[in-house]
T-cell receptor
Framework: QKEVEQNSGPLSVPEGAIASLNCTYSDRGSQSFFWYRQYSGKSPELIMSIYSNGDKEDGRFTAQLNKASQYVSLLIRDSQPSDSATYLCAVKSGGSNYKLTFGKGTLLTVNP | GAVVSQHPSWVICKSGTSVKIECRSLDFQATTMFWYRQFPKQSLMLMATSNEGSKATYEQGVEKDKFLINHASLTLSTLTVTSAHPEDSSFYIC????????????FGDGTRLSIL
């Protein structure tokens, strides 16, 4: 059974701090990794994707992937209250239909 | 790019009614679309995989006769909740992705279904 694990939180950080979100996955055949942000009552919104080992930066967001350790992380620099949401880690394996396996999400609260 | 449109955004109806939800990929073709359900404060739950031109694949525990899926074109999938009851009240979300294993899934805005 393919699994994606995240700390459910809540993770609370002060405004301007770095928020660090972590995710591990069980399927070594996983090929694509995504971070989605979901505000309460809304659908998920893609914020980062990463496919190879190392770091990928996009504005205040940095995704990190370590396939050997089966570990994905998301760093949010200069956290803002508007970043308060649930962050979903999602992993796509090969095979037919390319279903995503989601973690349960980490609730992030950024305090002004 | 990669916009997914979902309609309606909100439905309130009486018990026993059937409700159809549409999911469209606006700027790409989607051979495969996905339907999810999410109850308050719970995780996304994949209900089924919708395949253009063929039958949908349902996840374990999802009643295929209750949740009818039709994927008649490369840009449209529909989910029909038949004879809906209050326990079917939930947030239903579709997703689709452009072709390619490295492409992310893009989600529609979701449909909030309330059965009275």
């Amino acid at each position: 059974q393919k699994e994606v694990e995240q700390n459910s939180g809540p993770l609370s950080v002060p405004e301007g701090a770095i928020a660090s979100l972590n995710c591990t996955y069980s399927d070594r055949g996983s090929q694509s990794f995504f971070w989605y942000r979901q505000y309460s009552g809304k659908s998920p919104e893609l914020i980062m994707s990463i496919y190879s080992n190392g770091d990928k930066e996009d504005g205040r967001f940095t995704a990190q992937l370590n396939k050997a350790s089966q570990y994905v992380s998301l760093l949010i620099r200069d956290s803002q209250p508007s970043d308060s949401a649930t962050y979903l880690c999602a992993v796509k394996s090969g095979g037919s239909n390319y279903k995503l396996t989601f973690g349960k999400g980490t609730l992030l609260t950024v305090n002004p | 790019g990669a916009v997914v449109s979902q309609h309606p955004s909100w439905v309130i109806c009486k018990s026993g009614t059937s409700v159809k939800i549409e999911c469209r990929s606006l700027d790409f073709q989607a051979t495969t679309m996905f339907w999810y359900r999410q109850f308050p404060k719970q995780s996304l739950m994949l209900m089924a995989t919708s395949n253009e031109g063929s039958k949908a694949t349902y996840e374990q525990g999802v009643e295929k006769d209750k949740f009818l899926i039709n994927h008649a074109s490369l840009t449209l999938s529909t989910l029909t909740v038949t004879s809906a009851h209050p326990e079917d009240s939930s947030f239903y979300i579709c997703s689709a992705y452009p072709a390619g294993v490295y492409q992310p899934q893009h989600f529609g805005d979701g449909t909030r279904l309330s059965i009275l």
